[in-house]
């Protein structure tokens, strides 16, 4: 196979992410050391507590194996192989928080940002039936994997290690505008 070329399929999606409570949260409780943070639009320096390091270089070790991070790893037809893929991701990351001793530490952080985004990949995937609206599902899936693995990239610094998905992906590192909600709207606060 000399030679084979990998082509990344570029799809669209409507999906956005919310994370402006996370965003709101960190501002007010960020402390000015530790690790340099890139989070969507915002870059913080967090406390990195002493099993942080442990527990991000776990993290990493049990993500690398996920074949739903890796597009050309995970077929059109294992679409509920991949949800349930998510879910096992999501449990692991809502265990590993429960260890830490700091919500506003930053592995807390970053795994709230992964929550959330898997949170909202779900709901969304809740609202149309995928094996009719395949092409929504399949854009909001690459949606999500850009932002867990820009996550992962950040859990490294964490983890003060490289992560070993990177190396088989190709994905844009840059936080894409697009798929972020990072400020309340009027009406959020009125409600």
Same mark, same amino acid.
């Given at each position: ?8 399929? @570029? ?9 402006? #409570? ?7 409780? #960020? ?22 390091? @442990?527990?991000?270089?776990?993290? !990493? ?39 830490l001793p700091d919500e ?8 709230? !940002? ?78």
């Open positions: 196979m000399t030679g084979a070329k990998t082509v990344a399929i @570029k799809r669209t999606s409507n999906l956005k992410f919310n994370i402006s #409570s996370i965003l709101q949260r960190i501002k007010q409780n #960020s402390k000015v050391e530790g690790v340099s943070i890139n989070l969507p639009f915002l870059s913080i320096n967090l406390t990195v507590y002493d099993d942080e390091e @442990k527990i991000a270089r776990e993290v !990493l070790i049990r993500l690398r194996d996920k074949r739903v991070l890796v597009a050309w790893e995970c077929c059109d037809d294992c679409i509920k192989n991949a949800l349930a893929s998510m879910q096992d991701i999501r449990t692991l990351l809502v265990n590993k928080q429960v260890e506003n530490s930053a592995l807390f952080v970053l795994f709230d !940002l992964m929550l959330a985004g898997i949170r909202q990949f779900l709901t969304f995937t809740e609202r149309y039936y995928f094996h009719i609206y395949r092409e929504e599902y399949f854009g909001a899936l690459e949606v999500l994997r850009g932002h867990l693995l820009r996550c992962i990239e950040e859990i490294s610094k964490v983890g003060n290690t490289t992560p070993q998905l990177s190396n088989r992906l190709n994905f844009n590192p840059i936080w894409e505008k697009e798929h972020y909600i990072v400020e309340s709207s009027p009406s959020d606060s009125t409600a």
